[in-house]
């Protein structure tokens, strides 16, 4: 039984050899703090938009109402009227 056990043992041993070729060498800290970075934003972005079928349009939409109230608050800043006219007939 001894001899069968080392045989087999022998048997694998080989296969091991090559084993120093599969090994996966790990990134330098700030490579690897870019990686998780990049992963954390990428799954922002996905639970972000999830359910919706064109994100792009909704980005698009978002932008051009945020340009609409940035131009509504310069204008009642400069007419100093707070949005309301007066009409005197």
Request: glycine content about 12%; charged content about 35%.
């Amino acid at each position: 039984m001894l001899q069968r056990f080392n045989k087999r043992m022998g048997m694998c041993l080989p296969c091991l050899g090559g084993a120093a070729d599969d090994v996966i060498v790990t990134p330098d800290p700030e490579t690897r703090r870019q990686q998780l970075a990049e992963a954390a934003e990428k799954r922002q972005k996905d639970t972000a938009y999830r359910g919706i079928k064109n994100p792009e349009a909704v980005e698009r939409k978002r932008k051009k109402q945020e340009e609409i109230e940035k131009q509504e608050m310069t204008s009642s800043v400069s007419g100093g009227g707070g949005g309301l006219k007066w009409q005197v007939g």
